[in-house]
């Protein structure tokens, strides 16, 4: 069974400060992709990530894919309170349709101004 | 607002009912993706439809079916509901049905399932 982990599970932090949440598989990932989700809202894209090593970033958060395409970390740089939701990574493990896609159980980060 | 519209937004029914959630996708986009996010199971993949046909199939229960319209509207009809079928259930769209991870999915508000 393909499983993908996230973690921390719940991250609070002051308004201005860094962090990094994780994502984690014994699997080989074609591809990943981080979301955000705020509450009585769906997911919104942030990046897709498909090659191992790769670096992107996007105004204060910047996404890499391990070497290995196993792991992926996602970085944001002085936090805002906009920052707030449900961070949730996704991994396909066949490159071929839908049904193989897996999505961690997510990181829930909390910025206070 | 992605422009993916989803109704209704909370659903409260009672065990062994049948209920149908409604879906419409973003202006020109050919592909519906069905999802169900419960608190256990995390956010799972159930079904995709292109253009109103079925391209792939997840973790979909036999007590659930999915169509897609001429129109392009999806619905995602359960029945003989469970109280564990209490979920949020996301519709997304993209423009095509491209491998996962080369098209961005459009997820819609969700509709809130509860079954009591």
């Known amino acids: 069974t393909q499983l993908l982990e996230q973690s921390p599970q719940f991250l609070s932090i002051q308004e201005g400060e860094n962090l990094t949440v994780y994502c984690n598989s014994s699997s080989v990932f074609s591809s990943l992709q981080w979301y955000r989700q705020e509450p009585g809202e769906g997911p919104v894209l942030l990046v897709t990530?498909?090659?191992?090593?790769e670096v992107k970033k996007l105004k204060r958060l910047t996404f890499q894919f391990g070497d290995a395409r196993k792991d992926s970390s996602l970085h944001i740089t002085a936090a805002q309170p906009g920052d707030t939701g449900l961070y949730l990574c996704?991994?396909?493990?066949?490159?071929?349709?839908?049904?193989?896609?897996?999505f961690g159980p997510g990181t829930s980060l909390s910025v206070i101004p | 607002d992605s422009g993916v519209t989803q109704t209704p937004k909370h659903l409260i029914t009672a065990t062994g009912q049948r209920v149908t959630l409604r879906c419409s996708p973003r202006s020109g986009d050919l592909s519906v993706y069905w999802y169900q996010q419960s608190l256990d199971q995390g956010l799972q993949f159930l079904i995709q439809?292109?253009?109103?046909?079925?391209?792939a199939k997840g973790n979909i229960l036999e007590r659930f079916s999915a169509q897609q319209f001429p129109d392009l509207h999806s619905e995602l009809n359960l029945s003989s509901l469970e109280l564990g079928d209490s979920a949020l259930y996301f519709c997304?769209?993209?423009?095509?049905?491209?491998?996962?991870?080369?098209?961005?999915?459009?997820f819609g508000p969700g509709t809130r399932l509860t079954v009591l």
């Open positions: 996704a991994g396909d493990y066949a490159k071929t349709s839908y049904d193989k896609v897996i």
């Open positions: 997304a769209s993209s423009v095509a049905s491209a491998p996962w991870g080369t098209d961005t999915q459009y």
């Open positions: 439809y292109y253009n109103g046909e079925e391209r």
């Open positions: 990530v498909v090659t191992g090593g």
